[in-house]
């Protein structure tokens, strides 16, 4: 699906996204990464939603940021409880949905002047 977002002061957002890949100010990726208004960050994880560990959360807690998306691919899964300790600690906000719905609402965050990540997990 393409999306339509205007883009404002360089700032990132999702241009497009399909199976297995999305787009940042169209540019095609196809592996985990952390989308933040800023930056684009390729080399979070090698991790799998079933192999995600603290260590992958415990970078998105050092993220200054006031929420996190965290998209688990296709089909909306929940991590497990234990893994969300590091932001607990911090006290960040957490929503976990599809990958999909972490790029649209990623768009909003960001066109509203919202300090985001989106953290994909592709498989």
């Not at 192999?51 to 929940?78: H, K």
Request: some cysteine.
């Amino acid at each position: 699906m393409k999306l339509q977002v205007i883009q404002a002061e360089s700032r990132n957002v999702f241009t497009a996204y399909g199976e297995g890949y999305v787009s940042v100010n169209a540019m095609r990726h196809t592996s985990n990464l952390i989308v933040l208004p800023d930056r684009v960050i390729t080399d979070w994880t090698s991790a799998t939603f079933e192999t995600l560990a603290e260590s992958d959360i415990e970078a998105l807690a050092a993220l200054e940021v006031e929420i996190i998306l965290l998209g688990t691919g296709n089909q909306l899964r929940f991590p497990e409880p234990r893994l969300m300790r590091p932001l607990a600690k911090v006290q960040k906000g957490l929503e976990v949905m599809d990958v999909q719905a972490a790029c649209r609402t990623f768009n909003v965050l960001v066109s509203e002047g919202r300090k985001a990540a989106a953290a994909l997990l592709f498989a």
